[in-house]
């Protein structure tokens, strides 16, 4: 199930509780729903900031992604937008492949990566 899924799933099981609430609890149990409520919502906020973040755009100055997992890629060159990856040459110096590119680039040759959307579930068997 993905982040977005459980994050509706979340968001309309509040919705139910509340609606339930406030016709059938008394004073005290409001304020414990309402404790309840605020915790869930903490977590629907925290799962919004974990899908805003897989579909930006990211610096590489504020991290690098994974080794070897394909992602999009903004390159300071002509190339523009490609899908590339982060791969290790000789015993440490890291470098971008770019698909359609014959040689490894370096670092600086991109600004920003994002990881790339997932495919649907339906469709794949």
């Known amino acids: 199930m993905t982040t977005l899924e459980k994050l509706r799933m979340k968001t309309d099981y509040l919705l139910c509780v509340i609606k339930k609430a406030y016709a059938t609890l008394d004073e005290d149990a409001h304020y414990a729903l309402a ?3 605020k915790n869930d919502f ?4 925290s799962a919004l900031r974990a899908v805003e ?3 930006r755009w990211i610096p590489v100055e504020e991290r690098l992604p994974e080794k070897y997992k394909d992602v999009l890629i903004v390159c300071r060159s002509e190339i523009g937008i490609a899908l590339g990856r982060l791969v290790v040459i000789g ?3 890291l470098k971008w492949e770019i698909y359609g590119v014959d040689d490894p680039v370096p670092l600086i040759a991109v600004t920003h990566w994002r990881p790339l959307l997932e495919g649907p579930e339906e469709g794949i068997k």
């Open 91 to 93: 015993f440490d110096s």
């Open 53 to 55: 973040d897989e579909q």
């Open 35 to 37: 404790d309840q409520l």
């Open 42 to 45: 903490c977590l629907v906020e």
